[in-house]
């Protein structure tokens, strides 16, 4: 079965796209943690870092990339935490690797 990022990535069920490119998406988290929360989205569905094949780490490049473009083009971005939850016990409850892109207030734990 498609995960729910896989649904927003073929435009199945709506979101607020941030941005996009040919390996990525960026969503608005739809319950946010912080005054900006972005969700950055392989469009690849795979499930948890764990899952990663040796031809997938090209991924975590195009997420930090990603993150840095994002660090430069949403205002009040500048300074940012990213974030991956990879399993239940580390919190993931959505299981299509996704990092979320936190900003915009003192983070300071
Ligand atoms: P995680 O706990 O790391 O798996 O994070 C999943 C995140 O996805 C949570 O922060 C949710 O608020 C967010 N989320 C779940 N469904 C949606 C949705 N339809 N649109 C935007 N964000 C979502």
């Given amino acids: 079965m498609k995960s729910i990022f896989s649904k927003i990535i073929d435009r199945e069920i709506p979101a607020e796209i941030v941005a996009e490119n040919e390996q990525i998406i960026v969503i608005k988290d739809i319950n946010p943690k912080a005054?900006?929360?972005?969700?950055?989205?392989?469009?690849?569905?795979?499930?948890?870092?764990q899952s990663f094949g040796p031809e997938d780490f090209g991924l975590a490049a195009a997420i930090f990339q990603m993150a840095q473009e994002l660090s430069r083009t949403v205002p009040g971005a500048e300074e940012f935490r990213l974030q991956v939850n990879s399993g239940h016990k580390a919190g993931q409850r959505v299981f299509?690797?996704?990092?979320?892109?936190?900003?915009?207030a003192e983070?300071?734990?």
């Fill in 35 to 49: 005054p900006i929360h972005l969700l950055i989205i392989p469009k690849k569905e795979i499930r948890d870092i």
């Fill in 96 to 104: 299509h690797v996704h990092a979320h892109f936190l900003a915009g």
């Fill in 107 to 109: 983070m300071c734990d």
